[in-house]
């Protein structure tokens, strides 16, 4: 059983910053969870890719959209999460949710079936 809790959502003007964090615990240790996704979802809307690292082979991967904007890392350490977002934009207002998984090469990082661990989502609002 592995636990992800978000954290850091809230309320920006346009043009602002985040920084989000994913806290994640449990039976699986961190340095196995070698994936780490961020994904999206609004209210009627399909659960959409927005962040992903493979990070002990350094890749990354970013909704076109977000490139330039948005970067995800983690802290092994501290079994923290993150995706810092900046030059924030109303159209990415919605709710966030972190996720992670081992995944396998044959497994894409950018889809939400490759990951079986998922917390409850943190609310971002971006007003202009």
């Known amino acids: 059983q592995v636990h992800v809790a978000e954290s850091g959502g809230g309320l920006v003007q346009a043009g602002g910053s985040l920084r989000l964090s994913c806290a994640v615990s449990?039976?699986?240790?961190?340095?196995?969870?070698?994936?780490v996704g961020w994904f999206r979802q609004g209210k009627g809307t399909e659960r959409e890719f927005v962040a992903a690292?493979?990070?002990?082979?350094?890749?990354?991967y970013y909704k076109d959209s977000v490139k330039g904007r948005f970067t995800v890392y983690r802290d092994n350490a501290k079994g923290t999460v993150y995706l810092q977002m900046n030059r924030l934009k109303p159209k990415d207002s919605t709710v966030y949710y972190c996720?992670?998984?081992?995944?396998?090469?044959?497994?894409?990082?950018?889809?939400?079936?490759?990951?079986?661990?998922w917390g409850q989502g943190t609310q971002v609002t971006v007003y202009s």
């Open positions: 996720t992670t998984d081992q995944l396998r090469d044959m497994d894409d990082a950018t889809m939400k079936a490759s990951y079986d661990y």
């Open positions: 449990g039976s699986i240790p961190m340095v196995d969870l070698n994936g």
């Open positions: 690292t493979r990070w002990k082979v350094g890749s990354t």
